[in-house]
Structure formats: C-alpha cells, structure tokens
C-alpha cells in the first residue's frame, strides 16, 4: 500500500517501488502558485533530490484546475508597500524561477499528469517537467497578454520546450491550446481520456523506476547539460559522459546481463 501524508495545499503518496506521486490539492485557489504553494513544491524537489526512496516524481493536481498561474490576488495585495511591490515581485519571481529550476535540476524524472487547466505560470510548471500526459480536458494558455502582463518567466520554459513560433503563437496570443495541439507543438508527450489517465502515468512512472536511478540521474542531467552546447561541444560532453557511465557498476551489469539473457540487477551506482 502507498504510503500517504497529507499537507495543507499537497498531497504526497509514494509508491513501493519508489514513484512519489504529488497531488497539488489547493482548489479554493486553482491550485495556483502562491507564496505558500511554491515554498512546498520548492521544499518537495530539494529533498526528493537526494532521498533514495523516491525514484521518480508525479505532479498531478486535484480540481478543474492543473494550475492557475501565480495568485493574482496575492499579487496584487504586494501593490500596498510603498515600492509599489517591486521588492516583493521580484522574491516571488525568484522564488518561481528557483522552484522551476528545482524540478530540471532534480535528478529523478518528474512527469506532469493535467487533467484541467494549466495557465500562465501553470503552463510552466508543465513544461518544466521532463515528461507530461493530459486529459482530454486540460488546456494550456500563457494568456498573460490579456491582463497587459507579458508571460515572461512561462516563455523560458515553454521556449525550451516548443518551437520558437509555436511558443510566440502561445504567448502573443494569449490563447487556450488543446491537448492535441499541445501534442502536436511538443508540449506534451500523450493525451488520453480522463478515466485513463491516471493509470496510464503511473505505468509510465513504474517503468521508469524499475531502471537504476544512476542510469536515470546521468541521463537527465546529460540531456540538459549539452542542449545549449555546440554541436562539437555537446559531442565532446556527451562521449565524457558515456566514458563515466560506462564505468560505472550498473552499465556493468546492465551489459552482462544483456549478454546473459537475464534481469539486471540494479545497486543503483
């Protein structure tokens, strides 16, 4: 049986074989990023960062609403200070960009599942995640256009993410995308039905951590790493990292067993 604990905005179950589901859990809110919210999430990724219990990572969400972007109403009570808020923007920018930055850092995979809304600083956190699976009935947007707000912080993610014109569509339009479409411009991997979902994630989920987590770790950490390389630069980083994969006991394994005809047999270095 799952072991589960509940908290004020998530809701944490984790799997026997190590997959930690997250349910963000704050309805009253749309689950949006509060102050509250992104110190959870942020405190949930560092210490799942080192926690060999937890292999892989499901952010998954409760209501009509994946996430609704940054509280806006939050936001705006920060106007009051006589800076007219800009101390206080710029800590819960800094705050999202670090969270954001703590979901690719981390070294376990991290799968989005969405099956509502995913707005603004919602979409984000979509793009974020290493994998993501939707619902026939969630929809991404960064419509901050509509409000005179540039979804600049979105755009980092979704830019790598989709391609160049297809995340500016997203952006200067502010429009609602479908999960076909989001499939189609590369912003998720999968779209299924509601009933579906859920399993299908976790089966996913459950194949990935039934790989050694260092196979798993190297791999993540490579992909991003050489993205912004150059070609020769990225080859050059990439042969170093097989070298070292290579040598480590799990490749061993992994190839002997191949040779063998059997299961491996993962010590997870």
């Given at each position: 049986?799952?072991?589960?604990?509940?908290?004020?905005?998530?809701?944490?179950?984790?799997?026997?074989?190590?997959?930690?589901?997250?349910?963000?859990?704050?309805?009253?809110?749309?689950?949006?990023?509060?102050?509250?919210?992104?110190?959870?999430?942020?405190?949930?990724?560092?210490?799942?960062?080192?926690?060999?219990?937890?292999?892989?990572?499901?952010?998954?969400?409760?209501?009509?609403?994946?996430?609704?972007?940054?509280?806006?109403?939050?936001?705006?009570?920060?106007?009051?200070?006589?800076?007219?808020?800009?101390?206080?923007?710029?800590?819960?920018?800094?705050?999202?960009?670090?969270?954001?930055?703590?979901?690719?850092?981390?070294?376990?995979?991290?799968?989005?599942?969405?099956?509502?809304?995913?707005?603004?600083?919602?979409?984000?956190?979509?793009?974020?995640?290493?994998?993501?699976?939707?619902?026939?009935?969630?929809?991404?947007?960064?419509?901050?256009?509509?409000?005179?707000?540039?979804?600049?912080?979105?755009?980092?993610?979704?830019?790598?993410?989709?391609?160049?014109?297809?995340?500016?569509?997203?952006?200067?339009?502010?429009?609602?995308?479908?999960?076909?479409?989001?499939?189609?411009?590369?912003?998720?991997?999968?779209?299924?039905?509601?009933?579906?979902?859920?399993?299908?994630?976790?089966?996913?989920?459950?194949?990935?951590?039934?790989?050694?987590?260092?196979?798993?770790?190297?791999?993540k950490k490579a992909f991003y790493e050489q993205r912004d390389l150059s070609l020769e630069d990225a080859y050059a980083y990439a042969?170093?990292?097989?070298?070292?994969?290579?040598?480590?006991?799990?490749?061993?394994?992994?190839?002997?067993?191949?040779?063998?005809?059997?299961?491996?047999?993962?010590?997870?270095?």
């Amino acid at each position: 049986m799952p072991d589960t604990q509940d908290t004020e905005i998530i809701i944490k179950e984790l799997t026997d074989s190590g997959v930690l589901r997250l349910t963000l859990n704050d309805n009253g809110r749309r689950n949006a990023l509060s102050e509250a919210m992104l110190k959870s999430l942020g405190e949930v990724m560092n210490s799942t960062a080192t926690d060999p219990s937890v292999r892989v990572i499901v952010l998954a969400a409760n209501g009509p609403a994946f996430c609704a972007g940054h509280d806006l109403k939050e936001m705006t009570a920060g106007r009051d200070a006589p800076d007219n808020g800009r101390a206080y923007f710029t800590k819960v920018m800094e705050t999202c960009s670090s969270m954001m930055q703590s979901i690719v850092n981390n070294p376990k995979p991290v799968i989005a599942e969405v099956t509502g809304i995913a707005t603004a600083a919602g979409c984000q956190l979509v793009a974020s995640c290493d994998l993501a699976y939707a619902a026939e009935t969630a929809k991404f947007s960064t419509p901050g256009v509509h409000i005179g707000l540039f979804c600049s912080t979105p755009m980092v993610a979704l830019s790598r993410t989709v391609s160049n014109k297809h995340a500016m569509e997203m952006l200067l339009t502010g429009d609602m995308v479908s999960p076909a479409r989001a499939v189609e411009i590369g912003l998720i991997n999968q779209v299924t039905s509601v009933d579906s979902l859920s399993n299908f994630t976790m089966e996913i989920a459950e194949k990935i951590a039934s790989k050694s987590s260092m196979t798993m770790a190297t791999g993540k950490k490579a992909f991003y790493e050489q993205r912004d390389l150059s070609l020769e630069d990225a080859y050059a980083y990439a042969s170093q990292v097989m070298v070292d994969n290579m040598l480590k006991h799990d490749a061993e394994e992994g190839i002997q067993a191949f040779i063998e005809k059997r299961s491996a047999q993962w010590q997870d270095k």
